[in-house]
């Protein structure tokens, strides 16, 4: 059967290759201006502590602003930049955006929250990063301490051993490390005693159904108490109901980001959104 429209199908799925493989180079070709067309932005989404319900620190979250697509999500972009090595100095800009973000906030009374900022695996192991950081502390007198960078459990499957002494590097310097999206990669229990970590965020997947679905409910419940255990600090991402934060405050996990407390908010309003929000920002139950 299938040999006797063989011919259309194999054009069809060929045409449609094609079109994918001229599609995603156009992607390509834009991102490499993107950076000198200055057409990247930083959102900023608030990570809230449960238990006093303070806002601690905010996560930096990258935006491509297209003059022909339009407001670009992260998914769409990240894997194109990372595969056609755009990412070491996509990632650069991000960095020294939210150093100056940093300067800008403590500037205004707002210098004791932490900012996270995500790394891609090629970021971690550029042997040019911690000079470049080191930099940066000195250019905005900043203290490492008031970052963490954020890695996915994805990286410690390539190569652990570069990974973990790049990790090491960062640590010796102050900054702190989370692990991103936990519980979506491979890697075991037994491996986050051998990492120099501080934060784990568990993925924002297993909060959406943890009140409706059994499975996610434990996987959350057992990662809080597993973690706290290992005197690290848990985060939960996707926090979007009244009842999951309670229920995960419930369960001692000490930090919430979603959309309940605050979506991410754009550099250029960020001062003013968070003076003039910050008291409806940490009453929200
Ligand atoms: P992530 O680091 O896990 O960031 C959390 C994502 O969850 C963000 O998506 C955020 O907007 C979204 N989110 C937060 N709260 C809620 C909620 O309550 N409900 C829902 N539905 N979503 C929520 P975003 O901004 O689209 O970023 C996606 C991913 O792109 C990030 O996931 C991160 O892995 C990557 N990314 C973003 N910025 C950078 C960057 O500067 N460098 C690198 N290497 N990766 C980045
Ligand atoms: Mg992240
Ligand atoms: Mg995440
Ligand atoms: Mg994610």
């Known amino acids: 059967q299938a040999k006797a429209r063989g011919g259309g199908c194999w054009h069809f799925y060929s045409q449609q290759m094609f079109d994918a493989f001229q599609d995603r180079l156009a ?10 067309l200055q057409q990247f932005d930083l959102h900023l989404q608030p990570k809230i502590r449960l238990a006093d319900r303070k806002l601690v620190g905010l996560e930096a979250l990258l935006r491509w602003q297209s003059p022909s ?14 595969y056609a090595q755009l ?26 929250l932490q900012l996270a900022i995500n790394l891609s695996p090629a970021q971690l192991t550029d042997p040019g990063l911690p000079v470049v950081l080191e930099q940066l502390l000195q250019k905005y ?23 973990i002494n790049s990790m090491q590097r960062l640590k010796a310097q102050g900054f702190a490390l989370a692990i991103d999206d936990f519980g979506t990669g491979y890697s075991s229990l037994s491996y986050l005693r051998q990492l120099p970590v501080d934060t784990i965020k568990i993925d924002k997947s297993f909060v959406f159904g943890m ?14 108490a597993m973690v706290r255990k290992l005197g690290l600090q848990v985060v939960a991402e996707g926090v ?13 996990c000490d930090q919430g980001q979603g959309y309940l407390f605050a979506r991410p ?5 960020l001062v003013q959104t968070l ?11």
Request: cysteine-free; glycine content about 6%; hydrophobic content about 40%.
């Open 27 to 36: 992607l390509e070709q834009d991102l490499k201006l993107a950076l000198s």
């Open 69 to 82: 697509r339009g407001l670009v999500p992260p998914d769409e972009f990240i894997s194109v930049l990372e």
């Open 87 to 112: 990412m070491i100095p996509v990632g650069y800009w991000v960095i020294e955006q939210g150093f100056s973000l940093m300067a800008g906030l403590r500037q205004a009374g707002l210098g004791d």
């Open 141 to 163: 007198q900043l203290n490492a301490a008031d970052f963490e960078f954020e890695l996915t459990e994805s990286m410690l499957a390539k190569n652990l051993t570069e990974t």
């Open 211 to 224: 009140l409706d679905n059994q499975a996610d409910y434990d996987i959350i419940t057992s990662t809080i």
């Open 240 to 252: 979007e109901t009244q009842a999951q934060a309670k229920s995960l405050l419930q369960h001692q």
């Open 265 to 269: 908010i754009p550099a250029a309003n």
């Open 275 to 285: 003076t003039e929000n910050i008291n409806q920002l940490q009453q929200w139950r």
